[in-house]
Nanobody
Framework: QVQLVESGGGLVQTGGSLRLSCKASGNIFRVNPAGWYRQAPGKEREWVAR???????TYEDSVKGRFTISKDYEKNAVYLQMNDLKPGDTAVYYC??????WGNGWGAISDDWGQGTQVTVSS
């Protein structure tokens, strides 16, 4: 059973920055790609960013140029630097290890999502 613990969220004004952290039990981030997701009130959870084992980073269009995902192999942790935050970024943010499968594309590996970390951006 994987434990995922997200932290670093908070309340910021439009244009502000936050750095989210995610630590996992075991070595799941050392041997798998990692991703950040978010879920806004009343909406489905959506993918935000991912980083592969060899460091290739991909972002959802609305966060490109503003968010940066990174990974620390030694600490088995993943981070999300969020700059120029907008009210539309308000959501609970989650991390997970991810994998790609034929037919389904990229998806979360663990069904045991963490509690997430709340990000609220005021206008």
């Amino acid at each position: 059973q994987v434990q995922l613990v997200e932290s670093g969220g908070g309340l910021v004004q439009t244009g502000g920055s936050l750095r989210l952290s995610c630590k996992a039990s075991g070595n799941i981030f050392r041997v798998n790609p990692a991703g950040w997701y978010r879920q806004a009130p009343g909406k489905e959870r959506e993918w935000v960013a991912r980083i592969t084992i060899d460091g290739v980073k991909t972002y959802e269009d609305s966060v490109k140029g503003r968010f940066t995902i990174s990974k620390d192999y030694e600490k088995n942790a993943v981070y999300l630097q969020m700059n120029d935050l907008k009210p539309g970024d308000t959501a609970v943010y989650y991390c997970n290890a991810i994998r790609w499968t034929w037919g389904n594309g990229w998806g979360a590996i663990s069904d045991d999502w963490g509690q997430g970390t709340q990000v609220t951006v005021s206008s």
